[in-house]
């Protein structure tokens, strides 16, 4: 009996020091993921901007991993083009922070003042469409076949042009 006892607390120390190692070795590869996303950031912003203080440690680099991912060589919209749709979509939110950020990042990929106010004015018109055909509840399926209807007739008279 006592043979099986120490046997038993042989092997429940063996797995308590395998979980306990297990565990060292995923918080560290944390703190690497951690460590390697802020040192990513800093190196594309000059510095680690505070709203990324505001991310959890452990969600951090699976966020910048995200932002590279969607801003990188494989996205088919133009850095300009990119932030001028961001820069829509956050006057909609509405998001201070947002509109700063893309309004500057736009200027600095080439966009003109006119163009950043189209965006901002086309955000705002979409929006205010939407708020229309939602609030009358516009029926989706009739509205179907008239965008068809439009779509083509639209695509006719381009080609007389």
């Not at 106010?117 to 705002?124: K, L, M, V």
């Amino acid at each position: 009996m006592k043979k099986r006892n120490n046997s038993a607390i042989r092997q429940s120390l063996i797995i308590a020091i395998s979980v306990f190692t297990i565990s060292l070795s995923a918080q560290q590869d944390k703190n690497e993921a951690y460590e390697k996303a802020k040192e990513e950031i800093v190196g594309t912003y000059g510095i680690f901007p505070q709203i990324y203080d505001a991310v959890p440690e452990y969600a951090l680099s699976s966020l910048w991993e995200s932002f590279k991912t969607l801003t990188g060589p494989n996205s088919a919209l133009e850095p300009k083009y990119r932030e001028l749709i961001s820069l829509s979509v956050a006057a909609q939110i509405p998001c201070s922070y947002c509109v700063l950020f893309h309004t500057e990042s736009a200027k600095a990929h080439g966009a003109t003042q006119q163009e950043i106010e189209d965006a901002i004015a086309q955000g705002a018109f979409t929006r205010q469409m939407s708020a229309i055909g939602q609030g009358a509840q516009i029926d989706l399926d009739e509205f179907k076949k008239e965008m068809r209807q439009m779509m083509d007739y639209m695509a006719e008279q381009s080609k007389n042009k």
